[in-house]
């Protein structure tokens, strides 16, 4: 089965930039999705793209901030954060699925999550 791995969360002042990275390793990862939890709140889609590429989505509030990319001959999916926000402190975690989509439950497998902290 797929596992995945995050990485490249981190501490950075309001403005900042970060890039996380999921690496997929143990078998075909699909369609990928970008999801984040920040204490006390539930589960929050953050962005999606499909196989190919050809097809992205994402959470209102970080379109034109956030890019959602992929390397299929890594295994690994990225999410360039830019201009961050206080409000975008949150555990971030990837998932693989078949469907792109921004419901959890399209998610089969997940990563453990990397921690982002954006200070003001």
């Known amino acids: 089965q797929v596992q995945l791995v995050e990485s490249g969360g981190g501490l950075v002042q309001a403005g900042g930039s970060l890039r996380l990275s999921c690496a997929a390793s143990?078998?075909?990862?699909?369609?990928m999705g970008w999801f984040r939890q920040a204490p006390g709140r539930e589960r929050e889609f953050v962005a999606a793209?499909?196989?190919?590429?050809?097809?992205?989505y994402y959470l209102d509030s970080v379109k034109g901030r956030f890019t959602i990319s992929r390397d299929n001959a890594k295994n690994t999916v990225y999410l360039q954060m830019n201009s961050l926000k206080p409000e975008d402190t949150a555990v971030y975690t990837c998932?693989?699925?078949?469907?792109?989509?921004?419901?959890?439950?399209?998610?089969?497998?997940w990563g453990q999550g990397t921690q982002v902290t954006v200070s003001s």
């Open positions: 998932a693989t699925g078949l469907a792109t989509s921004v419901r959890p439950d399209d998610y089969g497998v």
């Open positions: 793209i499909s196989w190919s590429g050809g097809t992205t």
């Open positions: 143990g078998g075909a990862f699909r369609s």
